[in-house]
């Protein structure tokens, strides 16, 4: 058990703001397989201070989701204020997390996400503007730097923590490297030394054993697991089970894979619909689909799904003919 803020969170295990992700159907997913802390997908500050009815369908919360952290991106200071006031006081939200990471050319151009990490100065001027409007707990999430001759990893972290932030979250790529290339955990080892306040370690964590050893090497509070959840809510639960106990546990059988992406779906559909939530579902089939033998032709199928009932029909059809495969070589 460990705090941001006043905030409670009950293991190391963290699941990372992922946009066009981490909705609520895929949050309470993955809380339910153990997640101590899930973030919200990244929120346009405008998006909010214009009241933008997509925008404002986003900050739904579920409360079995919580604790639970919304994240806000933006890049002038009044509306960052002003969404951050209407998230703290119109959601249940228990953190506020700013976007200081997001790669992107169309964030970067609002000078959002990772343009912010050119300047320690404008990271603190902005955060302690919105740590001084809301009375709930304040975080960042960051990555390491822009580029490799500008990596000002310690700096951003310290001016971050004398605004006032709760705790921050560092990925351990440059703006650059997007997502590619290779995490520079010793870059977290080095923030992590030169901060008080609790700190998440992020990047190229794949496996119970990579966050285990992310963890030891930079000596991180928590560990933040993104890319590696999706369609594997089971990632978390046995990370969390490893950590505590040094038991790994084995990866779990297509038909639990299916039976936990319906669900998942079905919870997607109750928030968005279910046009919206089935074409939606198309990137998630895959990801669940992953790594099964056999399971190109499902995939190319879920990839044209428009209703649930077909949705269903490809994915248990899928494990049906699996497991009779399984079965005939046995």
């Excluded at 976007?99 to 955060?127: F, H, R, S, T």
């Excluded at 004398?162 to 979250?169: D, F, K, P």
């Excluded at 084995?250 to 109750?270: G, S, V, Y």
Aim: proline residues 4%; charged residues 25%.
């Amino acid at each position: 058990m460990w705090k941001i803020g006043n905030v409670p969170i009950k293991n190391r295990v963290v699941v990372a703001p992922m946009a066009g992700i981490s909705n609520s159907a895929f949050r309470l997913t993955v809380k339910e397989f153990g997640a101590g802390l899930v973030c919200c997908e990244m929120i346009s500050d405008k998006g909010i201070a214009q009241r933008n009815a997509k925008t404002l369908d986003m900050l739904y919360i579920d409360e079995k989701e919580k604790p639970l952290s919304l994240q806000i991106s933006g890049g002038e200071k009044n509306t960052l204020v002003e969404a951050a006031k209407f998230v703290s006081e119109n959601t249940t939200a228990d953190i506020i997390d700013i976007n200081m990471g997001c790669p992107v050319n169309k964030i970067i151009k609002c000078e959002a996400g990772a343009k912010w990490l050119l300047n320690p100065d404008k990271v603190y001027d902005m955060v302690a503007a919105v740590v001084d409007a809301v009375d709930k707990p304040v975080t960042v999430k960051m990555r390491i730097g822009w580029d490799d001759e500008h990596v000002f990893a310690v700096e951003n972290a310290q001016a971050a923590e004398r605004a006032g932030v709760s705790a921050i979250a560092m990925h351990g790529r440059t703006r650059v490297q997007m997502y590619e290339g290779e995490a520079d955990w010793n870059v977290l080892a080095e923030v992590k030394k030169n901060i008080s306040i609790p700190f998440m370690a992020n990047g190229d964590v794949q496996t119970p054993e990579d966050a285990k050893a992310i963890l030891e090497q930079t000596g991180a509070d928590g560990v933040m697991i993104g890319r590696a959840a999706l369609g594997n809510p089971w990632m978390i639960y046995r990370t969390v089970r490893y950590l505590e106990t040094g038991e790994l546990l084995p990866e779990p059988e297509p038909r639990e894979k299916i039976e936990t992406a319906l669900l998942h779906l079905r919870r997607l559909i109750a928030i968005k619909g279910e046009k919206i939530a089935v074409r939606e579902f198309r990137q998630h089939a895959a990801y669940y689909l992953k790594g099964a033998r056999g399971s190109t032709r499902a995939k190319v199928a879920a990839n044209q799904a428009e209703e649930y009932i077909q949705m269903e029909a490809i994915l248990r059809g899928f494990v049906t003919q699996y497991e009779e495969k399984n079965l005939a070589k046995q």
